[in-house]
């Protein structure tokens, strides 16, 4: 018997051992996967965020309707050290860094130098929030907004005065009133862009980009929206006080911006259509300068229109009050550099003319050994951050050298979703066709994850929306709507130059350094998004200073997300805990396995003067 139960005993120990043997080499098999996996960067970190709420997609704390309240909400890690940020005082309510009107005045004024970016110095720089006006409020949603816009949030009359009979704006009790007129349609846009229409094929689609220079406030491109057409229109901080300020409450894409002596933040061969209505901008001026700078934004087949002085001289020059010979002259000199760029002249009504940029080399009768013609040697058209205006023509693509793509852009909306031509042709190192079309994909997803955390994202809710560092624009293009629109900015620094192809899809954007101010007002954007910024500028220059270049721009009750690894966005979290911004943590929409993570925050409503 005792020998029978010994034998027991070590059969039972034997499979124990067996089942140990086993358990630790399928525990130490999974081990390995997990660490392969690259789970683990962070990973305490994250085992918190996930120990924090059974569904970390769901953020009860966060409220991204609008109140108008100022009592502060829930910040997490309360325990840990939070600096916390001053409100900066009253008067840089409307404060814009690089366009500082003091600093400005600096400046020479030769050819638009002192309009042009100058930002503050490391030691000069605000390290405060900057206050909404007293009375601010959260914009009308589109269309209202197109027509009316709270006077408190851009409290200036001076243009209603200054532009009374041309129709731009008008003051109404406590709000501001677009009657959609400008200084060359004061019957309104409407009836002028039906003008242009008769010779553009505005509503085929092909027409989707527009370039409006010296934009007043933007009623241009207001109008231009419902026609399917995205302008981004410029304007600089001058006398026309608050113009791109209202352009942005009325909820149309605008920058501060000039035509100076640095080239305009796009790309090359971006837009489908330039305009300028009396823009004031020397056109014939600097051998033509301007114009080769709109050359070479304007894609082949592209439309250029110019309205007002000097067009149609003879009939004009005594209701515009200036010498008939100085007007001739100007025309001239316009004519004289559209043949030289090529540009074929399509009418010329009333004080209206239009010209067409030929399509490729193939149609244009002059050659590059044209004597009339410099042509630009720069190797790369893209690389304009910064860099001065050139004298040159920008040649057109050469089918010779491969750099023309099969076919034409489709139609928007089909060229949203369609490859790219710069990516057709492999013109973007490392993006081909399937990558390009597995980033759609992607994005689509971190955009339905989106809609989860923030219900209101496409309700309207959100008009200005801009994406920080936008890649291909899979995030513009996962929202399009025409409830809003995408400020799709390239990092300078971004590994690739991919603008082009953002604008190739029908979408706008612009390059930026974030170690420097946006060329904006205060408070003009709903909802900023950022995929991997932090990481991206984490060497470059402070966290601190992109965060509060973010609430800048940012409008009370706004919202932002954040994409990014775990351990940057922790402390991207700790910084904002001391801005005024309700944030939190959430796991990636794969699962709290994936070290990259989302941190979502809204802007409290707080104005100046008021007690914390």
């Not at 002085?309 to 209701?319: D, L, R, S």
């Not at 130059?497 to 974030?514: F, K, P, S």
């Amino acid at each position: 018997m005792a020998t029978k139960i010994n034998s027991g005993d070590r059969t039972t120990r034997s499979s124990i051992s067996i089942f140990i043997v086993v358990g630790l080499c399928c525990f130490f098999y999974l081990l390995g996967a997990w660490q392969r996996s690259g789970f683990g960067k962070g990973d305490s970190i994250a085992l918190e965020i996930t120990k924090s709420g059974a569904d970390c997609n769901i953020i009860p704390n966060l409220n991204f309707e609008t109140h108008h309240s100022s009592e502060a909400g829930v910040v997490d890690d309360p325990e840990s050290k939070i600096e916390v940020f001053k409100p900066c005082d009253p008067r840089y309510t409307d404060y814009t860094p690089c366009q500082d009107q003091r600093r400005a005045m600096t400046f020479p004024r030769e050819n638009m130098i002192y309009r042009e970016r100058h930002c503050p110095p490391e030691n000069e720089k605000l390290h405060c929030l900057i206050p909404a006006p007293k009375g601010y409020v959260t914009p009308f949603p589109w269309p209202k907004s197109r027509d009316y816009v709270p006077y408190a949030n851009a409290p200036y009359k001076s243009l209603t005065v200054e532009k009374a009979i041309q129709n731009w704006i008008q003051y109404e009790g406590n709000v501001f009133r677009f009657p959609g007129g400008g200084t060359q349609f004061p019957q309104g846009a409407d009836a002028y862009i039906d003008q242009l229409a008769s010779v553009i094929p505005i509503k085929s689609g092909i027409v989707r980009t527009a370039l409006d220079t010296g934009c007043g406030v933007a009623s241009w491109g207001a109008y231009l929206w419902k026609r399917n057409v995205i302008a981004m229109s410029f304007a600089p901080r001058d006398s026309h006080e608050a113009q791109v300020q209202f352009a942005l409450e009325r909820g149309v894409p605008a920058v501060i911006g000039v035509l100076g002596t640095i080239k305009l933040p796009y790309p090359s061969a971006a837009f489908d259509m330039a305009h300028c209505s009396r823009c004031l901008i020397p056109w014939g001026a600097n051998d033509g300068m301007y114009m080769m700078e709109v050359d070479r934004v304007l894609r082949p087949g592209g439309y250029w229109v110019l309205s007002g002085p000097p067009i149609n001289w003879k009939n004009n020059y005594k209701a515009w009050q200036h010498p008939k010979e100085e007007l001739q002259e100007e025309q001239r000199k316009i004519e004289e550099i559209a043949k030289i760029l090529c540009w074929e002249k399509k009418s010329e009504k009333g004080e209206i003319a239009i010209w067409q940029k030929r399509v490729n080399v193939d149609s244009c009768p002059r050659t590059e050994d044209d004597s009339q013609a410099t042509f630009c040697k720069t190797a790369d058209a893209e690389d304009v951050w910064y860099k001065n205006m050139e004298k040159c023509v920008t040649p057109y693509p050469n089918a010779n050298r491969g750099e023309v793509p099969d076919g034409e852009l489709k139609p928007f909306p089909d060229r949203l979703n369609a490859v790219p031509p710069r990516i057709a042709r492999g013109s973007v190192p490392g993006v081909s066709v399937d990558t390009y079309l597995e980033d759609n994909k992607i994005w689509k997803k971190h955009v339905n994850a989106y809609k989860n955390i923030i219900k209101i994202i496409a309700s309207g809710r959100y008009r200005n929306i801009m994406d920080m560092n936008a890649g291909l624009g899979g995030f513009a293009a996962a929202l399009e709507s025409p409830k809003l629109w995408v400020m799709n900015v390239v990092p300078t620094i971004a590994e690739k130059n991919t603008l082009g192809v953002v604008y190739e899809r029908g979408l706008i954007g612009i390059y930026h350094d974030w170690c420097e101010a946006f060329s904006t007002y205060p408070r003009t954007y709903d909802l900023i998004h950022a995929n991997g910024v932090f990481s991206l500028y984490k060497d470059k220059c402070s966290f601190e200073d992109i965060l509060l270049e973010m609430d800048r721009i940012l409008r009370p009750e706004g919202a932002v997300i954040l994409r990014d690894e775990v351990d940057v966005l922790v402390k991207v979290k700790k910084i904002a805990g001391g801005m005024r911004w309700d944030t939190k943590l959430t796991d990636h929409e794969d699962g709290p396995f994936v070290p990259v993570k989302i941190l979502v925050a809204v802007k409290q409503y707080w104005v100046a003067g008021e007690k914390e």
